[in-house]
Protein backbone atom coordinates (compact mmCIF):
# COMPACT_ATOMS: atom_id res chain seq x y z
CA UNK A 1 0.00 0.00 0.00
CA UNK A 2 1.35 3.63 -0.80
CA UNK A 3 0.15 5.04 2.34
CA UNK A 4 2.40 4.01 5.65
CA UNK A 5 1.36 4.68 9.34
CA UNK A 6 4.20 5.80 11.17
CA UNK A 7 2.11 5.81 14.59
CA UNK A 8 4.95 3.57 16.22
CA UNK A 9 7.69 5.84 15.65
CA UNK A 10 5.47 8.73 16.61
CA UNK A 11 5.06 6.76 19.54
CA UNK A 12 8.27 5.90 20.39
CA UNK A 13 9.35 9.80 20.28
CA UNK A 14 7.17 10.43 22.77
CA UNK A 15 7.85 7.80 24.94
CA UNK A 16 4.21 6.51 24.86
CA UNK A 17 2.91 3.00 24.65
CA UNK A 18 0.74 1.68 22.64
CA UNK A 19 -1.89 0.55 25.35
CA UNK A 20 -1.94 4.23 27.08
CA UNK A 21 -2.31 5.81 23.82
CA UNK A 22 -5.56 3.48 23.16
CA UNK A 23 -7.04 4.36 26.30
CA UNK A 24 -6.53 7.92 26.06
CA UNK A 25 -8.29 8.11 22.67
CA UNK A 26 -11.19 5.78 23.84
CA UNK A 27 -10.61 2.86 21.47
CA UNK A 28 -9.24 -0.63 21.59
CA UNK A 29 -5.62 -1.44 21.46
CA UNK A 30 -6.73 -4.24 19.18
CA UNK A 31 -8.23 -1.99 16.47
CA UNK A 32 -5.06 0.87 17.68
CA UNK A 33 -2.69 -2.42 16.81
CA UNK A 34 -4.48 -2.68 13.45
CA UNK A 35 -3.98 1.02 12.15
CA UNK A 36 -0.73 0.74 13.91
CA UNK A 37 0.15 -1.90 11.29
CA UNK A 38 -1.02 -0.52 8.50
CA UNK A 39 -4.00 -2.80 7.95
CA UNK A 40 -6.98 -0.60 8.68
CA UNK A 41 -8.88 0.21 5.44
CA UNK A 42 -9.85 3.74 7.03
CA UNK A 43 -9.39 5.50 9.73
CA UNK A 44 -11.91 8.13 11.51
CA UNK A 45 -10.78 11.93 11.23
CA UNK A 46 -12.30 12.19 14.88
CA UNK A 47 -9.71 9.36 15.87
CA UNK A 48 -7.35 10.68 13.90
CA UNK A 49 -7.74 14.05 15.35
CA UNK A 50 -7.77 12.42 18.87
CA UNK A 51 -4.05 10.55 18.26
CA UNK A 52 -3.00 14.27 16.94
CA UNK A 53 -4.36 15.55 20.36
CA UNK A 54 -2.45 12.73 22.55
CA UNK A 55 0.70 12.64 20.78
CA UNK A 56 0.89 16.64 20.17
CA UNK A 57 1.71 15.78 16.07
CA UNK A 58 0.30 16.60 13.00
CA UNK A 59 -1.61 14.85 10.79
CA UNK A 60 1.63 14.67 8.23
CA UNK A 61 3.85 13.26 11.07
CA UNK A 62 1.80 9.94 11.49
CA UNK A 63 0.77 9.67 7.43
CA UNK A 64 3.09 9.04 4.63
CA UNK A 65 2.31 8.88 1.13
CA UNK A 66 5.21 6.24 -1.08
CA UNK A 67 3.86 5.33 -3.75
CA UNK A 68 4.42 1.39 -5.00
CA UNK A 69 5.91 0.63 -8.21
CA UNK A 70 2.12 -0.88 -9.19
CA UNK A 71 0.56 2.08 -8.31
CA UNK A 72 2.54 5.47 -10.22
CA UNK A 73 0.89 6.33 -12.77
CA UNK A 74 2.67 6.69 -16.82
CA UNK A 75 3.20 10.53 -17.52
Known sequence: MAIIINL???LAKRKMR???LAKLIGITEQ???VLKNGH??????????????????????????????ESEFPH
Open 8 to 10: DVM
Open 18 to 20: SNE
Open 31 to 33: NLS
Open 40 to 69: AKAVKLSTLEAICTHLNCQPGDLLEYVPDK
